[in-house]
């Protein structure tokens, strides 16, 4: 397949143009969070890792809540890398919109998750 498709072979079958379009811009702008978010995650968590920190550091009821932070981050980063993913099941129509809504919610889960593991690291 061509990099660039046309509207003879559009990347993904039984979408117009248009659909087609939408769905390659979805899918990029959600590999390109997903890249971003990992960062995001990865580089703090390296850093007290290799600084010596460890989660069970915490107080029970403060692991408890650092632990549940990065549940909801984990989920916001598995969001918007199902948006990333080129797989549609859907009409390609609705496949756009709920990967760009996923892309938002995870986005926000990551943002979520991140602050409250971040907190709890600091306050505790």
Partial sequence: MSAHPTSDHPEFPGATEREDALLR??????????????????????????SGWRPHDLAGGAQAVWWSGGAVA????????????????????????????????????????????VTTTLVA
Avoid: N
């Fill in 25 to 50: 811009h979805v899918v990029f702008t959600g590999t390109v969070w997903f890249c971003g978010a990992v960062v995001a995650v990865l580089l703090p968590l390296t850093g007290l890792l290799a």
């Fill in 74 to 117: 984990l989920a916001g980063v598995l969001g918007i890398a199902w948006a990333g993913c080129p797989v549609v099941s859907a009409d390609p129509g609705r496949a756009a919109a709920r990967k760009s809504v996923t892309i938002r919610a995870g986005i926000a889960l990551l943002l979520l998750g991140f602050v409250v593991a």
